[in-house]
T-cell receptor, first 110, second 113 residues
Framework: QKEVEQNSGPLSVPEGAIASLNCTYS??????FFWYRQYSGKSPELIMS????GDKEDGRFTAQLNKASQYVSLLIRDSQPSDSATYLC??????????FGGGTRLMVKP | NAGVTQTPKFQVLKTGQSMTLQCAQD?????MYWYRQDPGMGLRLIYY???????DKGEVPNGYNVSRLNKREFSLRLESAAPSQTSVYFC????????????FGPGTRLTVL
């Protein structure tokens, strides 16, 4: 069973701080990596995708991928209360399915 | 442009009853997916359809069947509902497979008594 692991949290950070969310995966053949945000009672929405080793920045969000360590992370700079949500890491599985982690709940305190 | 729509939004069933969850997308996407989400377990893939005319099992297919009616519509059927199928069900679509962004519908909250 191919696995994607996340700390369930909650991760609590003060407003304006950097939030760091981590994810590890078991399938060395995975090529596509995603971070989805899910507000309570809502459906997931994509915030970042990353396909190669290194960093990818989009506004306040930075995704980091290290395939050798089978590790992907999401940094949120200048965290806002509106960033409070559950963040789901997703990894492709044999190229035709996504496997999701259990999600990390982030709380940004004003 | 409604994106991905799902019906119904809420449903309560008794054990043994059957029902079909409907999903439609208007983005001309090729691939469609059905997930279930249980507390603390993220999303688990039930079935997917990589393209019109094809369907494949995902991680947790037991107790479910699907139909890709046409390019727009992908339905999920519970033939004999069980309490273990109480969950939130999400439909999603992508233009071309899992390397693309998945667009999710609003979900169906199903309770089986």
């Amino acid at each position: 069973q191919k696995e994607v692991e996340q700390n369930s949290g909650p991760l609590s950070v003060p407003e304006g701080a950097i939030a760091s969310l981590n994810c590890t995966y078991s399938d060395r053949g995975s090529q596509s990596f995603f971070w989805y945000r899910q507000y309570s009672g809502k459906s997931p929405e994509l915030i970042m995708s990353i396909y190669s080793n290194g960093d990818k920045e989009d506004g306040r969000f930075t995704a980091q991928l290290n395939k050798a360590s089978q590790y992907v992370s999401l940094l949120i700079r200048d965290s806002q209360p509106s960033d409070s949500a559950t963040y789901l890491c997703a990894v492709d599985n044999a190229g035709n399915m996504l496997t999701f982690g259990g999600g990390t709940r982030l709380m940004v305190k004003p | 442009n409604a994106g991905v729509t799902q019906t119904p939004k809420f449903q309560v069933l008794k054990t043994g009853q059957s029902m079909t969850l409907q999903c439609a997308q208007d983005m001309n996407h090729n691939s469609m997916y059905w997930y279930r989400q249980d507390p603390g377990m993220g999303l688990r893939l039930i079935y997917y359809s990589a393209s019109e005319g094809t369907t494949d099992k995902g991680e947790v297919p037991n107790g479910y069947n699907v139909s890709r009616l046409n390019k727009r519509e992908f339905s999920l059927r519970l033939e004999s509902a069980a309490p273990s199928q109480t969950s939130v069900y999400f439909c999603a679509s992508t233009r071309a497979g899992v390397t693309d962004t998945q667009y999710f519908g609003p979900g169906t909250r199903l309770t089986v008594l």
